[in-house]
């Protein structure tokens, strides 16, 4: 029987969406998730309510920095791959939650690594993010730009986290791939994100806040492009130590955006703008040339197919929810 896959955060956006896509394709998949209240504990159980009925998926809860909870995991349930994807989110928290983000973000990066260490695991993925590249200054950014200028401490947190998989890969061998995640959206999408956060604001009337004057720019990825683009990762690198970009290779500004946020809902948004926000950053674009040539990557929901296809989701739970 092939190994485990071990999933942390698998409760959360993706996680959840991974984690389903691992069990359509035969896996076992055991789900880690602490279910910490950064954001409404219920909406990450009932992201993995299909799968509790699943054979092939166990739930274990608890924190990724605890070492003997990862000991246990690991010895139990005969993991071959980790999947790490928990961590704090958010550059608006992290100013204000600076050291939590450190002591989860980088600490629990570390035991996980020093547990998959331990126990010889056969791939370790791990989620970063576009905000490592802070404000290098060189859209499209590329997998070999420096990411030394982070500025939030959820960017720094990442970047850092990525330094140890660097360490572990390059001391113990460990198999280590890293994708930076380009704001991903989609059905589940976490309530403070942008666009989550932006479609409830016009459904209710609400005056929506664009930072930048609405000039800035983000390469929104859809849901269902990162879950193949990690399945490309989980499929094809079991050597060394990778950097990947998983985004869609095109910038769309948040004028833009909430137009067709507009079209979708037929209703008129209410728009405020104001300067750039501290951690924010004016630009993300990726550069997708090596995933497309190496994971055979091709991200194919653009956004004037993904906000509607968000929308459904959003109108659906509404009408359940109130």
Not at 5 to 30: K, N, P, Y
Not at 120 to 130: I, K, R, V, Y
Not at 195 to 217: P, S, T
Not at 268 to 284: D, F, N
Request: glycine share 8%; charged share 25%; proline share 5%.
């Amino acid at each position: 029987m092939n190994k485990a896959v071990l999933v942390t955060g698998a409760a959360g956006f993706i996680g959840s969406h991974l984690s389903e896509r691992l069990l359509s394709m035969g896996h076992r998949v055991v789900g880690l998730d602490n279910f910490d209240d950064c954001y409404p504990p219920a909406i990450k159980r009932e992201n993995i309510q299909s799968m509790q009925h699943n054979e092939g998926f166990r739930l274990v809860e608890g924190d990724v920095r605890d070492a003997l909870l990862l000991d246990r995991v690991l010895s139990e349930n005969d993991i071959g791959t980790v999947v790490h994807l928990a961590a704090r989110a958010g550059v608006r928290p992290s100013l204000e939650q600076p050291l939590l983000y450190q002591d989860v973000n980088i600490k629990g990066t570390l035991a996980l690594l020093e547990a998959s260490r331990a126990y010889g695991m056969e791939q370790f993925l791990f989620a970063s993010s576009s905000s490592v590249y802070g404000l290098n200054g060189k859209a499209p950014f590329n997998e070999e730009a420096r990411v030394s200028y982070p500025v939030s401490p959820y960017a720094a947190s990442k970047a850092a986290a990525e330094l140890f998989c660097h360490t572990y890969s390059h001391l113990y061998g460990l198999p280590v791939t890293v994708l930076r995640l380009f704001t991903v959206y989609g059905p589940r999408q976490r309530p403070e994100m942008a666009i989550h956060r932006f479609v409830k604001m016009v459904d209710h009337g609400e005056r929506v806040i664009l930072f930048d004057q609405g000039n800035a720019k983000r390469d929104y990825t859809y849901i269902d492009d990162i879950v193949a683009g990690f399945e490309a990762a989980f499929t094809h690198q079991k050597n060394g130590y990778n950097i990947f970009n998983l985004g869609r290779g095109e910038t769309v500004d948040l004028r833009h955006l909430i137009t067709l946020i507009e079209e979708a809902l037929e209703k008129k948004a209410i728009v405020e703008t104001i300067e750039p926000q501290p951690g924010e950053v004016p630009i993300t674009l990726a550069s997708i040339s090596k995933a497309k040539t190496l994971l055979g990557y091709q991200p194919r929901v653009s956004i004037e197919e993904g906000i509607p296809r968000f929308i459904r989701w959003y109108l659906e739970k509404r009408e359940v929810t109130g």
